[in-house]
C-alpha cells in the first residue's frame, strides 16, 4: 500500500522562529510534491509544489525534495501566529496520495 | 464568481434519504474530483472526471454515484448513506492531468460538511 507520513503533531514554534515540517513516502516513482495549508473548517489550499531535488524557495516558504530518502519537506521562515495551520503533503505517482497532515501552532 | 464553489456548505441527512451535493469551478479547469475527509484520517480521493469522463473511482461505495454534465460542473448523488459517510467532501478541479497528475495541482472548494443521523 503507497504510503505518506506525517507526524500529526501538533508542532508547537515560537513566533519568528522556523519551522520545519516533514513528509516521507513509499511510493519511489513519486513524481510531484505538493504543500497545501488546511486552517480549521475550511478547504486545503497549496503554497508549495516541488518536482526535482534540492530546494525551492517561495516568500517565507521553502521546499526541500530528496527522492533518494523519499522525503519532502517545508520550511517556514519567520513563522506567524497566521502560519497556525495543519499542512497536508500530497504525493503524485500514479495516484495522488495525501498524508493526515501536519498541526502546526505558533505560539506568540 | 472565482475558485471552486461547493454547496451547500452544511447537509444533515437521515439514512433513507436522496440528496445531492453540486460543485462549480471558474478557473477554466479539465480535471475535477471528489475527495473525502474525515476526522484523523488522510484526504481519501473518490472519484476523477477528466473532460467529463470518469477515469478513476477509488473503489467507492455506490451509494455515493458522481455525475459530471460539462467540465465545470461536477455533482455527488447520495443516497441511503451510513452514519460512517459522516465527514467532509471536498471538490477540487486542476488543469488537464494527462497521463498522470504530475505539474497538476488542485485548487479545493471549501467543502460540504456532511452529518448522517
Known amino acids: 500500500q503507497k504510503e505518506v507520513e506525517q507526524n500529526s503533531g501538533p508542532l508547537s514554534v515560537p513566533e519568528g522562529a522556523i519551522a520545519s515540517l516533514n513528509c516521507t513516502y513509499s511510493d519511489r516513482v513519486s513524481q510531484s510534491f505538493f504543500w497545501y495549508r488546511q486552517y480549521s473548517g475550511k478547504s486545503p489550499e497549496l503554497i508549495m509544489s516541488i518536482y526535482s531535488n534540492g530546494d525551492k524557495e517561495d516568500g517565507r516558504f521553502t521546499a526541500q525534495l530528496n527522492k533518494a530518502s523519499q522525503y519532502v519537506s517545508l520550511l517556514i521562515r519567520d513563522s506567524q501566529p497566521s502560519d497556525s495551520a495543519t499542512y497536508l503533503c500530497?504525493?503524485?505517482?500514479?495516484?495522488?496520495?495525501f498524508g493526515k497532515g501536519t498541526r502546526l501552532h505558533i505560539l506568540p | 464568481e472565482t475558485g471552486v464553489t461547493q454547496t451547500p456548505r452544511h447537509l444533515v441527512m437521515g439514512m433513507t434519504n436522496k440528496k445531492s451535493l453540486k460543485c462549480e469551478q471558474h478557473l477554466g479547469h479539465n480535471a475535477m474530483y471528489w475527495y473525502k475527509q474525515s476526522a484523523k484520517k488522510p484526504l481519501e480521493l473518490m472519484f476523477v472526471y477528466n473532460f467529463k469522463e470518469q477515469t478513476e473511482n477509488n473503489s467507492v461505495p455506490s451509494r455515493f454515484s458522481p455525475e459530471c454534465p460539462n467540465s465545470s460542473h461536477l455533482f455527488l448523488h447520495l443516497h441511503t448513506l451510513q452514519p460512517e459517510d459522516s465527514a467532509l467532501y471536498l471538490c477540487?478541479?486542476?488543469?488537464?492531468?494527462?497521463?498522470?497528475?504530475?505539474?497538476?495541482?488542485?485548487?479545493f472548494g471549501d467543502g460540504t460538511r456532511l452529518s448522517i443521523l
Open positions: 500530497a504525493v503524485i505517482g500514479d495516484k495522488i496520495i
Open positions: 477540487a478541479s486542476s488543469l488537464n492531468p494527462t497521463v498522470d497528475y504530475s505539474n497538476q495541482p488542485q485548487h
